[in-house]
């Protein structure tokens, strides 16, 4: 069963902002490889849209879940065109998933519900309470001591109505921290602009984040303190490491230049934010994922030019292979590594 969601805010609250050039898709960025363009499909159910997140668990199931709070698996060596079996339900809407250091149950960012446990058999169990209360958790990374960091990006506007927070582009988000053994969850890093992909680094001192309305790449330090790794030239969103201090990048569509013209003025990006969806600022069709390195150098991109699968959110590396997941699109994708 669904749970109600919440009704945004009409006007957005936008301040005037030096207006921003994206940068081409060249050097590192070149489309050189658009293997993307041949990825595999395996679909969702008839009529179920939206695996923001992919998750290969130590059995070998592709997990992800849709927009109508469904979580559901694929066996990871099945064929394209395989349906899932249903998982589990939130009745919100799950975003970023992870395992928790059981390696059994799931850690899930819901973005109505916030973070929850699901264990094997579909049971569910919200982890965090009101304090601090938590708007819209996205994307997580656990450690080995089991503390759960995980990225709220706004504070302002629900999963639904996200384009606002961007066109606001205010330091609406945060990062915080659960701490399963005593329930206690804290704030770890404040005044982020819709930060979203999480992971730490090999020795956790650290936090890769990326912020998606700065197109920033981030080290939050947990001893204190936020350093700028890159400037990217198209939107990220999910994060996921490698397990060799490096981490592949979502990055749902390169940067839209009409999108950053109008950051010097507000009273336009308030008219904007009131338009029909059709008329605001719209991403292009583009699919692309990066690879960087704990320095923000990247090491890796793939692309897919024509759009075949595109508005890529989630990414996850599982031996050769790359699975990919889409806010918008009809199921998973698989692509070869080599």
Known sequence: ???PRPRPPRLIRP?????????????????????????????????????????????GRVISGDEDGRLWWWPADAPAGTRPRLLGETGGRPLGIELDPSGEALIVCDAYRGLLRVTPDGAVRELTGTAPPVHLAN????????TIYFTDSSDRFPVSHWKRDLLEHRPNGRVLAHHPGS???????DGLYFPNGIALTPD????????????RLLRVELSGGVRILADLPAYPDNLAAVGDGTYW?????PRVPIAERLLPHPRLRQVAALLP???????RRYGLVALVDGTG?????????????????GVRQHGDQLWLGSLIGPGVARVPLD
């Not at 969806?277 to 991403?283: F, L, T, V």
């Not at 150098?297 to 959110?313: D, K, N, S």
């Open 15 to 59: 301040v005037r902002e030096p207006a921003t050039v994206p940068p081409a898709l060249a050097g590192a960025w070149a489309p050189d490889d658009c293997r993307l363009d041949h990825a595999e499909l395996l679909p969702l159910p008839e009529g179920a849209v939206g695996p923001e997140d992919v998750l290969v668990d130590g059995a």
């Open 183 to 189: 329930g206690r969850t804290e704030v770890v890093a």
């Open 204 to 215: 956790e001192s650290a936090l890769m984040l990326v912020e998606t309305s700065t197109h």
């Open 277 to 283: 969806d059709a008329m605001q600022p719209q991403p």
């Open 297 to 313: 150098a990247v090491r890796r991109t793939l692309h897919g030019p024509t759009g075949h699968y595109w508005m890529i959110t």
């Open 249 to 253: 990048i979502a990055l749902p569509s």
């Open 1 to 3: 069963m669904l749970i």
């Open 139 to 146: 994307n997580a990374t656990v450690g080995r001591d089991g």
